[in-house]
């Protein structure tokens, strides 16, 4: 006989999704958020000024993908010159090495275009909806006209700064100027206003919206920078044996370093003021630290991969500590080995690898931008006849040279041929070009070699060098065919 089975007993059901929980960060200043502004403007200000500034009658910096050639003020970028992107990609990957090593999450709390953005957003934020209690109060609340008015301020910001920004972004690839004149007159191409409208897009949704959500689940930098990281890597870290154990206490308790270094007999007075405190750490618990943290973390509870390194929690703490007398420092910019007691050492081997290798890349990089030669020559020989010959027995081949002045002014240049057997150009041929500011001008050339001169194939070159500086030249090399 089969005994029926046991009616499962359901005693709790446990959702496995929660939605993350809004973070409202408190604002505050001090030494770090005054470097995070400096910097904010810094960045912005190139993002959204260059795109206007003109340079030797063109836009300033354009990555004018259609012609392919990329302007960066006085220096123009062709497809030739790869490289140059090559060396700067790992200008910047050795860059991020070498700050993150140092400075930890550097780049996270004062240069990342997110944490920038974000800033912004969260300004705007702060005009139409107020502090953050303010804040909290307000989306706690039920929909009143002031709640939909503030709201809807907010979304007319946010909206139409992403506008701006994608707008902006756009005007890197396209000239900006004629962009706006287009823009007026509604005249703007399909794919332009699709970029226009995404980058709008993609930046509220990324910094007005999602925020630090970005850096915690999004941010692949966040999850792979751990690596770069060793003990003597900066970051922020709340000093536990001062701070702990927490707690409020009444004024005039002195701070645990101040208790530490006292003399063993201190006066009456003092000595009530600590003993109601004595047993207390610095840390008054007053969370402000967690208050002002746009990751929404407790620094206190220890290293977490969430925290961009932004000092927005030392600021605060700072601010607390000065109001308490006690020295500033309970959270600080430290390093693991700093606060065990084993001292700060900058120059580790890794520091000393990337530093090495940043200063060969950055060398490379200056002295091929500075010795880079503004002409490019291409030959191509007339694949449709391997050779001719003429009445009087003479060889022709036929070849078109392409000559690229990278340069911003018009340039006329002269071509030689060199080869065996008095190859040269025929009298019809043009030994000399013309070529327009950042301009690739083909020239068709038939070289010629008398009769019985050359046999089978031989090895010639074409040079070409610029009419008033002789030193910017460019030897091609090609092959003559001619009968065995
Ligand atoms: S701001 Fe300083 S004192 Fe206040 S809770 Fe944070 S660590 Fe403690
Ligand atoms: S813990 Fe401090 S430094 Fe880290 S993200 Fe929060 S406020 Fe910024």
Sequence with gaps: MTRPLPTPVVTAEVDLYQSAAKVYPHEISGRFQTLRKAAAWWLLGMFYVFPWLEWDGRQA????????????????????????LSLLLMLAAFSL??????AGRLWCGYACPQTVWTEVYLWMERVTEGSRNQRMRLDQGPWTREKVLRKTAKQVLFVTFSLWTGFTFVGFF?????????????????????????????????AGYLREQVCKYMCPYARFQGAMFDRDTLLIGYDVARGEPRGARRKGVPSVLARASAPAVVEPAAAGAAGAGASLG????????????????????????????????????????????????????????????????????????????????????????????????????????????????????VYTVKVLNKDQRPRSFRIAVEGPGGIAPTADSPTRVDAPAGSVVPVTLTLEAPAGAVRGRAEIAFAIEREDDPDVSRRARSSFFAPN
């Design 61 to 84: 910096v354009l990555f004018d993908l259609p012609a392919r050639k990329f302007y960066v003020f006085g220096l123009a970028f062709w497809p030739q010159d790869f490289y140059y």
């Design 97 to 102: 090495f070498f700050f993150t090593a140092i």
């Design 174 to 206: 396209t000239p900006i100027r004629e962009l706006a004149v287009d823009l007026v007159h509604w005249q703007v191409g399909g794919w332009t206003l699709f970029w226009m409208l995404f980058y709008a897009f993609a930046t509220w949704g990324n």
């Design 282 to 397: 610095d840390c008054i618990d007053c969370r402000l630290c967690v208050n002002v943290c746009p990751t929404g973390i407790d620094i206190r509870d220890g290293l977490q991969y969430e925290c961009i390194a932004c000092g927005a929690c030392v600021d605060a703490c700072d601010q607390v500590m000065d109001k308490l007398g006690y020295p500033r420092g309970l959270v600080r910019y430290t390093t693991q080995n700093a606060v065990e007691g084993k001292g700060v050492r900058v120059l580790r081997p890794r520091v000393l690898i990337y530093a090495v290798l940043l200063i060969a890349i950055s060398t490379a990089l200056v002295v091929s931008l500075v010795m880079r030669n503004p002409l490019s020559v291409e030959v191509l020989r007339d694949r449709n006849a391997l050779y001719r010959e003429t009445a009087t027995g003479a060889v022709q081949n």
